[in-house]
């Protein structure tokens, strides 16, 4: 039996500009944090001749080519194995659809496992660029790059993505003291919103493809926002990194009129009503997760409570993509 893992992520600055309609012109720039919830994939062999698939739903095909789940067939497919006799499910401590990059967490930690069954040695960015290159090329999504990245990589990394589609990843520069302040001072609430990424991200696409001068300047100031928040928690300034959480925010907005609601904004300037300094929704917006950094969890908490919000307590992962079990 074999059990994979990738975590889940935050977006810490300069989310968008990792999308190939920017970053193949302009390139692009982000920060992003793995957070220890995960997407968990299991591969065992069985002594009947179908492959098993168990997520959602349930599928017992005779080739992994008739797999009606389109990222587990395209990754069977890129890595030329036809699923006789395995039984895979996938499994998550988080729901899809709000905002964490589970899709890019599923991708990678499937190739992971496969890999393995394989017995092949996969690097981070190998694993993360088959997986954009499932997501991406083989099925069309009109999604960016840090998922997958992130998802691979772990930790608090920083991303570039070039124009000839290469990508550069490093560590965030943080000390101890600082990353262990960072990791106290965010807190992430559920809005209880579950939405698509792709419907909210093909207009950001759309837009970019056709040049749209405010889509662009847009997401050139994100990508500078990205490098500042970089910055500030390199220098030990996170009530600055607080702040510019917010003005990311603002920004992020105007991309899509699907990106809030009024229920979100409410609930949004209800925290900064109560202690939070600046925060976001996670992922492509439209519901999901709200991250905020604030001096006064305890005020922040109880304020959120009151409006019916659950707070998902979190810690950094370091691991990335990472196999656990090998039996």
């Not at 030329?80 to 899809?96: H, Q, R, W």
């Not at 840090?146 to 772990?154: K, R, S």
Request: aromatic share 8%; with cysteine; charged share 25%.
């Amino acid at each position: 039996m074999l059990i994979s893992r990738s975590p889940l992520r935050i977006s810490l600055g300069g989310g968008g500009t990792d999308l190939p309609s920017y970053y193949r012109e302009h390139g692009g720039f982000l920060v992003a944090g793995a957070i220890n919830k995960y997407v968990y994939i299991t591969l065992h062999k069985t002594f009947v001749p179908d492959l098993i698939v168990k997520y959602s739903k349930l599928e017992r095909v005779s080739h992994s080519r008739e797999i009606e789940h389109p990222i587990i067939r395209e990754a069977f497919a890129l890595l030329e194995l036809d699923g006789k006799s395995m039984e895979l499910t996938s499994m998550a401590d988080i729901p899809a659809g709000t905002g964490l990059g589970s899709s890019g967490s599923f991708t990678t930690a499937l190739l992971r496992a496969l890999h393995a069954w394989k017995r092949n040695l996969a690097h981070p960015q190998e694993i993360a660029a088959q997986a954009c290159h499932i997501e991406i090329e083989r099925l069309g999504e009109p999604i960016g790059k840090q998922d997958q990245y992130i998802a691979a990589y772990g930790g608090l990394t920083c991303f570039e993505f070039h124009p000839d589609g290469t990508v550069k990843a490093w560590p965030l520069a943080l000390s101890q003291e600082t990353r262990e302040e960072l990791e106290d001072s965010l807190m992430l609430f559920f809005t209880g919103y579950s939405r698509s990424a792709s419907s909210i991200l093909k207009e950001q696409d759309v837009k970019s493809k056709e040049k749209d001068q405010d889509m662009i300047q847009n997401l050139h100031y994100i990508k500078d926002l990205g490098l500042r928040s970089k910055a500030a928690m390199e220098s030990g300034h996170l009530d600055e990194f607080g702040r510019i959480m917010n003005e990311h925010w603002q920004h992020k907005k105007q991309r899509s009129k699907g990106m809030s609601n009024p229920v979100i904004d409410e609930l949004y300037n209800h925290a900064l009503a109560h202690g939070a300094i600046g925060g976001k929704l996670i992922g492509a917006g439209g519901g999901g997760f709200l991250l905020f950094y604030t001096r006064d969890k305890a005020q922040l908490s109880k304020a959120m409570k009151d409006k019916g919000l659950a707070e998902v307590r979190f810690r950094f992962d370091f691991e990335g993509t990472t196999l656990v079990i090998r039996d």
